[in-house]
Each structure stands twice: as structure tokens, then as C-alpha cells.
């Protein structure tokens, strides 16, 4: 099987704050939104993540969705390409209401994975998650 693309689509409860968040970290809207949808570009890859009102994406589903609070769907991967670039993200998301859960790179601790990465995973305002990574040994 050979597929053209593939895009994501998440349940957020509101659309006008996801826009917010979205747009505030310099994502490119995806078309217009509407009430039940905001939709963003991700990297050079043009990866689409859909952010659908709940309600509609539940109905699309034809299931329950994930509650976020007690527990996880899935986590996208972001990729800095500078220590520099790395340290802004970490501000900007903080700044645009995101969640930080873990920055092995506050306070300048030298904590990082054995392939020399830093990371920082981070929720938006719904709790989708996120790995924000700078690999040191890629300079």
C-alpha cells in the first residue's frame, strides 16, 4: 500500500485558544479555520496536524477520546536545529501557555541522552505532548 500523505488529527476543546498557541510558536495555518477546525504546518516536511473541536472528532472516531489528564495518545517529535534555536522554544512555548514537564537543559544541567541530545517534552493548552530535541553532536 502506498499512501500520498499522512497528517494527524487531535481534539482540542478550544479553537481559538489552539490557534493562539499555535501561531504564538511561528507554526503556518493550514488553510482557514472554522469553528470546529484549526489545522497547522509542521517542519519542512509539510506534516499537517488537524486540531478538531472534540465533539466533531469524537463523532469522526465513532469512539471515546483520550483524557489527556490522566493519560497520553500519542508524542510528536520537534527538532531544533541550534542550542540557541532550542533555548528560544523552551521560552516560546512557555510564554504561549504550554505546559514544560521536563527541560533537561534548565538551569544549564549537562544532562543529556547517551546519543548527546537535549530534550524537553512539553504539553500545549489541551496536553497534547510534544519532544522538543537539540542534538549537541550534530554542530
Not at 490522566?70 to 528560544?88: H, K, P, R, V, W
Not at 514537564?101 to 544541567?109: E, G, L, Q, V
Not at 512539553?122 to 530535541?133: E, I, Q
Amino acid at each position: 500500500m502506498k499512501t500520498k500523505m499522512i497528517w494527524a488529527n487531535l481534539g482540542v476543546e478550544s479553537i481559538a485558544r489552539t490557534q493562539k498557541f499555535y501561531r504564538e510558536l511561528g507554526f503556518k495555518l493550514n488553510g482557514e479555520p472554522n469553528e470546529e477546525l484549526v489545522s497547522f504546518i509542521f517542519g519542512d516536511n509539510n506534516f499537517i496536524i488537524h486540531f478538531f473541536k472534540k465533539g466533531k472528532l469524537k463523532e469522526s472516531m465513532e469512539g471515546a477520546l483520550s483524557d489527556l489528564s490522566t493519560g497520553n495518545e500519542i508524542m510528536f517529535s520537534l527538532s531544533a536545529e541550534t542550542q540557541s534555536e532550542y533555548d528560544q522554544w523552551v521560552k516560546q512555548i512557555k510564554k504561549a501557555g504550554g505546559k514544560i514537564h521536563f527541560d533537561s537543559n534548565i538551569d544549564r544541567k549537562e544532562f543529556y541522552d547517551k546519543n548527546g541530545y537535549y530534550v524537553c517534552v512539553f504539553a500545549d493548552p489541551d496536553g497534547h505532548k510534544y519532544n522538543l530535541l537539540y542534538n549537541k553532536n550534530k554542530q
